[in-house]
């Protein structure tokens, strides 16, 4: 058969889907509102350094320490008079591209070790998944203390101990779909005519499961943000990086829960409960939209 | 006075796009010890229809109008307190075999004894030695009344349901397809035990299946749905060997021959109306083959083909006129 | 498979686990980046001499698998090592905490469960009404909180503006009190935010699963066989739907046990609680490496006990499992 006929034809199926996709989608409201807060907060990550003044950043005159909001600076000062609003901004960037990319790494990690898991079976499985249940059922916050402890504060080993700590689960889901897709006539097909493992795996199966990965990612990603937030405030951040939990963690050491200073604990605090809130409803929206059963339902 | 007498019974489902006429000006009687057999394709309003005897429907389903009477007493306007005592009490049900009709963490000896205890004085002890005796009749050892229900096998289960079913002495048995999902002889063997047990108690039947051969064997009468309606209603034999609805015919043909040869079945064509929007006129004008004008425009009448015998089609309007 | 066959087969998980953390944790700490020697003491400018005692002291100059090997066998003794901060056994200073965090995590977790149940129950019984979109809503945002910052948030209301709870804390220690009440009072007083805390930020996803689960076993057929024998709501509810519903509550309840952990440590490091979690924070903050390194093994040690646990609770509730 021709192959860029089939690249064509694939890419109209992707299309296609992706079009009935979007028409499902659409009509759920939660969904829609995690779109929106999620895009809002993506543009400030990428717009904000350009709208906001980062020179506010610097440290201002003594009198303007820890002051709440005012005309000028809308979010108030912390303790060396810098503007929250500025630090709120710029922290956007660091914390999406810190849960972003530990996202990245537990969703390859995990798809990998599901996917070889299920496909493979016996042995392989039954190592892979009783090493996924030690992940699992270690607590988590303090393994990745633990490992950022050793590790040494920087945002790389942030990313790196909660990419690392975050997998097992989507492990186990996409290890039982490919049990399911593995059993599917065109795999049976693939392998009467000789293809091998890897081809199988990645032709065959990876796109079989990439709905679960869609799905999954996204619920991660939610963890992955309230991980480095976490970890941040319980003073394994990087203390040269602006993060939300950076942010907090000052704010925590310096006292300003006695203070009453509310401007400078509540605006990071709420950047994550919003961006956390929006992968869960996309996450519930896509949960819908991809289990029909679940959609049949409520009629 | 009969003992079960249902006129005009129509419920409906609401949804966001409108009704579904799930089943519509349902009649129907039923003598003490008579069965009668309700058959149609699947999704014909069958269950519906036996559910809104004792309204046990979902939340968006309404019961839009008629009448159900049980031995002479009016119970369709009966409030939800009145009906829990007709349930079980006057009307059991035995649901399909493929259902968990049970649940899966009670014993099954508790859930008879539970259903005997809500309709009966009886003591905890009374009810436990009656629930022995059920299962005794059922020919089920009576110490595994102590088992769960997946420690059962499926014929198994539909014993136990029977069991629970005639725990109470009930008038009125409706049976939901007892036997669909059992295998060919435990089938034979669970409907068998359901007669004997009916004729012994006198109770009458409503048995909902789309098996011709399981009514056949057991019914008395038979009554034909399709899309919401019954389209035809009498006795067995005259109904199998006389069809009087180009739908019964249909369906007749389209089942494989008990006796002699099996002939490839003849599937109706076309697929049952949305019951959202049905068709107008004679709701199976669309795939009836012998369909002329009238069909699409005007509801058919009832016409009684024989005492007892009736069905609704333009056809025998026109047989009796001409 | 009979009882005893299926609490083998968990146990021997349980304890390959074990196994495994327990040489993540040996490993953990001498694999990381630089010179363990040089992470232990903390001190770049101890004399050669010194570095080599301190190096035959914890066995370092052996190979790696003769500092496992004793590593078990202080392990077994109950030797955790010694804490660099406190100057005392590791295990003895662990001991001396696990009260307050069992007390705290105790009380949330019963808490929790109950409210949650009981939420949960209402808000798949009126599905659909105010009453239910409101608390889903509510428990999706807490769900959705960061637990630290839950806890700032609660102290700044009623210990900074109100001023009705203390701060944080267990108490003066050393303070008199007039009577066993006022005791118990001011016990009570200490306990109450924390407590709460974490009840609010537990109780999110028992809500959630208890509504779900209830929603789903309530279309279950033998809902309507029961609704058919005629059992009236109450029963319906606590007979039938219930013992069904509950199964997928215990089973987070043991998902729950690792997420709980990491709750302690913030709400504890915010309260100023002198348990388990704040001695992690302190140990962290001045890398306390004998402290983190037991601290870890015995939390994970009581996280997959608790587990297993939860599955023979689960196996008890659902007799399907047994076959």
Redo the contacts between chains.
Sequence with gaps: MNSALVKKDTFALWKKNLSSFWSIYRQNSMGLIGMVILLIFALMAILGPYLVDITIMTVDGVTQVIHPPTSEYWLGTDDLGKDILAGVIVGSRVSLMVGLAATAISMVIGTVVGIVSGFYGRVVDALLMRFTDVFLVIPWLPLMLVMAALLGPSLGNIIFVIGITSWAGTARIIRSQTLSVKERPYVERARAIGSGDTHIMFYHILPNVFPLIFANTVLVAAVAILSETTLSFLGMGDPTQVTWGMMLHFAFSMGAVSFGAWWWLLPPGICVVLVVLSFTFIGYALDEVLNPKLRRRD? | MRLLEVENLTTYYK??EGYVRACENISLHLERGEAIGLVGESASGKTTAALSL?K?LPENAHVMAGSIKIEGRDISGATEEEL??????DI??I?QGA????????RVGAQIV??VR??DKLSEKEACKRTAELFDQVEIDPDRVRE?P??FSGGMRQRVMIA?AIACNPKIIIGDEPTTALDVMVQAQVLQLLETLRREREMGMLLITHDLSVVGETCDRVAVMYAGQIVENGPTEKVFSDPAHPYTRALIAAFPNIEGERFLAASIPGNPPNLLAPPGGCRFHERCSEAYGLCSNEVPALTNISPGHSAFCHLLQRRVKV | MNMRGYLLRKFIQASITIFIVVFMNFFLFRIMPGDPIRVLIRNPKISADALERVREQFGLNESRLVQFWIYLRDLFSGDLGTSFNYRQPVWDIVMERVPATVLLIGTATVLSIIIGVLLGVIFAWKRGTRVDIVGLSVSLVLYSMPTFWVAIIMVMIFAVYWQIFPLGGMGMPGTFYASAWAELTSQLRYMFLPTITFTLILIGEYVLIMRSSLLEVMR???M?????????NR?LLL??AL??AM?PVVTLIAINLGFIVGGTIQIETVFSWPGLGRLMYTALTNRDYPVLQGLFLLITIAVIGANFCADILYRY????VK?
């Design positions: 009629q | 949804l966001k004792i046990l829990r005592h007709i349930r079980w009490k059991a049900i649901f259902m968990n009709a049970l649940n899966p963490v009670r539970e259903a809500i309709h769960y997946h420690e629970m | 279950e057929d033998y309507l066989t029961a609704r058919a024998k005629g059992v009236n029963n007979k039938h013992p069904n199964l509730l659902d007799p399907r076959s």
